[in-house]
């Protein structure tokens, strides 16, 4: 990763820092109620990595993981209960949460689950019923 570009990643307290380094895989909006109900927001911003992308640089000790479901292995601190980012190992991503890269430059380019949205968005971009074909889904895009 000599001249790809590295970001700077931390929870809320700090307490965990990591990096992501190159370029995402995907950036956009996920409107589904798992994304929801654990960012406690009307829709998350995610950006897509490799897992080979993401490295913890301080307090991997302090790291807890949750999954509802074998697809998503989400990671929180656990000193201060921030969210840092979610393993979609079926997806072979990691989706770290945009609100804890420190100096990325968020240029969202899709909304996926859009039909579970609560806080519609006319913004342009695609609007995905589920995820997009080369993601497991159906590739629908529905209307804004």
């Not at 292995?73 to 209960?81: E, P």
């Not at 770290?96 to 969202?108: C, K, N, R, S, T």
């Not at 689950?113 to 006319?122: D, G, R, V």
Request: hydrophobic share 30%.
């Amino acid at each position: 990763m000599n001249d790809a570009a590295t970001y700077r990643c931390q929870c809320f307290c700090g307490a965990v820092k990591f990096i992501v380094s190159g370029k995402p895989e995907g950036v956009g909006y996920c409107h589904c109620e798992s994304c929801r109900r654990w960012s406690a927001g009307p829709v998350n911003a995610f950006t897509l990595w490799k897992p080979d992308a993401v490295s913890i640089t301080h307090g991997a000790d302090h790291i807890g993981t949750y999954n509802k479901t074998e697809h998503s292995y989400r990671k929180w601190c656990r000193v201060c209960g921030g969210h840092l980012f979610t393993e979609h190992p079926g997806l072979g991503l990691t989706d770290v949460y945009a609100a804890v890269i420190v100096d990325f430059p968020y240029e969202p380019c899709v909304h996926v689950h859009y039909t579970e949205s609560k806080l519609p968005i006319k913004d342009g971009l695609p609007k995905m019923k589920d995820l997009p074909k080369d993601m497991g889904g159906s590739g629908v895009r529905i209307a804004e």
